[in-house]
């Protein structure tokens, strides 16, 4: 079965950085698009930025020019780095991978940033 569990989460002071990873198995990893959204208490789940099987990167304006999307095919896995957060961050970070009509989540992992 499809897994992605994503790993890298934690409490960080604003102005710092973090870098999430998201392991995926169970699926052919270089035909899936990739994706990160994140939810915080409260709000509606955001799409944060997006990885084509291709390479192919986007994101939102909320992290335009902070977050770094990538992924590595060798170790199936994706990544956000993610730089100068600030508490507006805080949220739960949830990886996706997306072919077609196939979509898959991970658990999420936590992000707190204190001000």
């Known amino acids: 079965q499809v897994q992605l569990v994503e790993s890298g989460g934690g409490l960080v002071q604003a102005g710092g950085s973090l870098r999430l990873s998201c392991a995926a198995s169970?699926?052919?990893?270089?035909?899936?698009?990739m994706g990160w959204y994140r939810q915080a208490p409260g709000k509606e789940r955001e799409w944060v930025a997006g990885?084509?099987?291709?390479?192919?990167?986007d994101y939102g304006d909320s992290v335009k020019g902070r977050f770094t999307i990538s992924r590595d095919h060798r170790k199936n896995t994706v990544y956000l780095q993610m730089n100068s957060l600030t508490p507006e961050d805080t949220a739960v970070y949830l990886c996706?991978?997306?072919?077609?009509?196939?979509?898959?989540w991970g658990q999420g992992t936590q992000v707190t940033v204190s001000s």
């Open positions: 996706n991978a997306r072919r077609g009509s196939a979509t898959y």
């Open positions: 169970g699926l052919t990893f270089s035909n899936y698009a």
């Open positions: 990885i084509t099987a291709g390479g192919g990167t």
